[in-house]
T-cell receptor
Framework: EAGVAQSPRYKIIEKRQSVAFWCNPISGHATLYWYQQILGQGPKLLIQFQNNGVVDDSQLPKDRFSAERLKGVDSTLKIQPAKLEDSAVYLC?????????????FGPGTRLTVL | AQSVAQPEDQVNVAEGNPLTVKCTYSVSGNPYLFWYVQYPNRGLQFLLKYITGDNLVKGSYGFEAEFNKSQTSFHLKKPSALVSDSALYFCAVRKNSGGYQKVTFGIGTKLQVIP
């Protein structure tokens, strides 16, 4: 089966610009996650969707970050405006069911550099 | 609050020797524990998980992990290391919380297998 797809793979922008990342989860996976992985750190969960609804966005910086999952399939994460500290790899993951016991499958990530 | 500690930034091991990558956790209630591997410019790949049952969990690529409740540890092991095992390894703990999951990753351990 096809894995989690993400695009673009790399993005370089200047601070205060806007950027958007796209994710297409594994077919049939109801739960979708966005993570931020800063260099030298483990992934940090930003937001979790169950179908097209948000179930947890407690660690999402809502003043500049937004995410949506229209129609419960693919998802977009946006940063507006970007700051230098947003430089990181943004990982998308999906799982079949929204339980802590279920395996998450990760995409290759989008590496964002903010200059 | 839940947490994960990976006490070693890097582990060096000679090819053919056994390897251990350490992980300890702190969470209330029963933990769900995961190990992932990350190769350069790739997303995280699932290795294995502990949900319940046998404390010794076997996973992909010959890896296994031992759950020790009294020591709150979930160390990753492999009897004979390969050069191709060189990568970044992440331990994670997950728990159901109020209808969604609380996910915490460790900072990662770089495994270097020396030929």
């Amino acid at each position: 089966e096809a894995g989690v797809a993400q695009s673009p793979r790399y993005k370089i922008i200047e601070k205060r610009q806007s950027v958007a990342f796209w994710c297409n989860p594994i077919s049939g996976h109801a739960t979708l996650y966005w993570y931020q992985q800063i260099l030298g750190q483990g992934p940090k969960l930003l937001i979790q969707f169950q179908n097209n609804g948000v179930v947890d966005d407690s660690q999402l910086p809502k003043d500049r970050f937004s995410a949506e999952r229209l129609k419960g399939v693919d998802s977009t994460l946006k940063i507006q405006p970007a700051k230098l500290e947003d430089s990181a790899v943004y990982l998308c993951a999906s799982s079949l069911i929204p339980l802590s016991t279920d395996t998450q499958y990760f995409g290759p990530g989008t590496r964002l550099t903010v200059l | 609050a839940q947490s994960v500690a990976q006490p070693e930034d890097q582990v060096n091991v000679a090819e053919g020797n056994p390897l251990t990558v350490k992980c300890t956790y702190s969470v209330s209630g029963n933990p769900y524990l995961f190990w992932y591997v990350q190769y350069p410019n790739r997303g995280l790949q699932f290795l294995l998980k502990y949900i319940t049952g046998d404390n010794l969990v076997k996973g992909s690529y010959g890896f296994e992990a031992e759950f020790n409740k009294s020591q709150t540890s979930f160390h990753l092991k492999k009897p004979s290391a390969l050069v191709s095992d060189s990568a970044l390894y992440f331990c994670a703990v997950r728990k159901n919380s109020g209808g969604y999951q609380k996910v915490t990753f460790g900072i990662g351990t770089k495994l270097q297998v020396i030929p």
